[in-house]
């Protein structure tokens, strides 16, 4: 008797789930939370004293001191109705074939364009870095500022900003959303060009040459970052005019990689493969190495004092 009612029901259900599943599917803008959680460990590695224990302080207690932990913190709240205006920083979009980068703080002088969607000035990727580490470096001596910013929130979004500028197709172009509205196949999945650079290579990499273990990838990036890419640290963490951070150079970087690696080969429709994934990977890894170099040389400088250092950002 109960049979068709239940049935009925199993039905509804169904609909139910496949009309609520876009909402479910997490609409993924920025390094997955592979790519986040490699960059942040690897910043750990280079962190000096100082600036490990101003973390450790400042960390939410469900990092349990891992400041791997929260480097998602970002994209898990972008959809909250509190954060939403956060939304248009994890990216900038640049005009439609322009392989290169125009914003800058030029000494403190803002030229070019980072702007959301609705004209707020200074929201987009570059700028949010500049905010994050302002805001972290005016607490520095400053008590009032501890209470003006929560700072807590400050390093978990300036740890996965630095991680998000250093995805090319962040730093993509205007008209196809970053690679978002370039459908194409990877492998057999059908996918989008954006979501191919924030989590399939990485994905696949994991599965085809790290037996699906994030921490023997990211031994390997480490290893490299000692035997291959040491001489070129310093010049990695250097910000001209002693800056604190220099978002605009990490971005131009990006979108002429997205030019180079991420959009040749990948019109709308195309099929990705061996041939694309073997040659981009070493990109995407040298990436990873970079922006966690990076964002470890940014909280030395906020965090280490002493240190002369001009302008604001
Ligand atoms: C700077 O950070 C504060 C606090 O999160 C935020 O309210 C503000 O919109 C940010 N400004 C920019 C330009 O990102
Ligand atoms: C600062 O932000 C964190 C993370 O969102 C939150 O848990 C905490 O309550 C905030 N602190 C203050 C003083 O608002
Ligand atoms: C290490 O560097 C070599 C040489 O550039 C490169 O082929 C390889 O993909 C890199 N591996 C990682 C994990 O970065
Ligand atoms: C940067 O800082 C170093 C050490 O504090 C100093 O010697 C150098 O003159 C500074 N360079 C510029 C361009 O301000």
């Known amino acids: 008797m109960d ?3 239940l049935r009925c029901n199993e039905r509804a259900i169904t609909v139910l789930v496949v009309l609520l599943m876009p909402l479910a599917l997490p609409t993924v803008l ?6 986040h959680y490699a960059i942040c460990k690897i910043s750990l590695e280079y962190l000096s004293e100082d600036a490990l224990f101003a973390v450790k302080q400042l960390l939410p ?3 349990e001191g891992d400041l791997a932990a929260v480097c998602s913190w970002p994209d898990e709240v972008r959809h909250n109705r509190h954060y939403r205006w956060s939304s248009a920083l994890h990216y900038v979009d640049t005009p439609d074939f322009k392989c290169n980068y125009q914003y800058c703080n030029c000494l403190g002088l803002f030229i070019g364009d980072c702007h959301d969607s609705s004209g707020h000035k200074h929201r987009c990727v570059t700028g949010a870095i500049y905010n994050y580490t302002m805001q972290l470096k005016s607490a520095r001596g400053d008590a009032s500022s501890e209470l003006k910013y929560n700072l807590t929130e400050a390093l978990m979004f300036l740890s996965h900003f630095v991680g998000d500028v ?3 197709l962040h730093v993509g172009f205007t008209g196809d959303l970053g690679g978002n509205s370039i459908t194409v196949r990877w492998y057999r999945r059908k996918t ?3 979501h191919v650079w924030d989590d399939m290579i990485i994905e696949s990499a994991l ?4 037996g699906s273990d994030l921490s023997i990838m990211i031994q390997a990036i480490q290893s490299n970052i000692t035997d291959i890419w040491s001489n070129d640290i310093s010049f990695w963490e250097h910000c001209a005019h002693n800056y604190t951070a220099c978002p605009d150079r990490y971005a131009s970087e990006s979108i002429s990689l997205a030019c180079k690696f991420a959009y040749k080969n990948a019109t709308p429709g195309s099929t990705l493969e061996d041939e694309y994934f073997l040659s981009r990977l070493p990109i995407v890894e040298k990436r990873l190495a970079q922006g966690g170099v990076r964002l470890a040389a940014i909280l030395n400088r906020i965090f280490t004092s002493n240190k ?4 604001q950002a």
């Open 3 to 5: 049979g068709p009612k």
């Open 61 to 63: 207690d469900s990092a």
């Open 166 to 168: 250093h995805q090319p």
């Open 30 to 35: 920025g390094w997955g939370k592979d790519g």
């Open 308 to 311: 002369a250092s001009i302008a």
């Open 192 to 194: 989008n060009l954006h």
């Open 207 to 210: 599965k085809t040459f790290y």
